[in-house]
């Protein structure tokens, strides 16, 4: 069993969200979907929680109400090890969304999410502090990040 599990807060579209993200993602699937009795307290036989699983991870989605938003505070990055997968990611989750900044979007339900090459934090860390600065620099320019400009600012070019 995993010992921390993301419980995330929906108004009313829980298994949406769900099923959306296990269509984004290659390795994903629906494990289970709970659904209100008489107790309540949304309405009988109305879905309370989805639980689906991501790369592994698992997440469990709640309808709990108009109450609680989500906000930058809380993000959820993918690691890319290609553009191509950078690119994917970008496009499908900020379908219905939000573009931002240097990597960041808003999916469709509100939920943010940082779409990264596994290389921006290899090259940023560098040793060599005007190396990384560079790289630094070219990557606060970017909406979507691109892994070749980081790599020509790493070079010095």
Known sequence: MQRITPFLWFDNNAEEAANFYVSVFKNAKLLNVARYGDAGPGPKGTVMTAEFELDGQKFVALNGGPRFKFTEAISFVVNCETQEEVDYYWERLSEGGEKSRCGWLKDKFGLWWQVVPTILNKLITHKDQQKSQRVMEAMLQMD???????QRAYEGD
Do not use: A, N, S
């Open 144 to 150: 979507k990040i691109d892994i070749e400009p980081l």
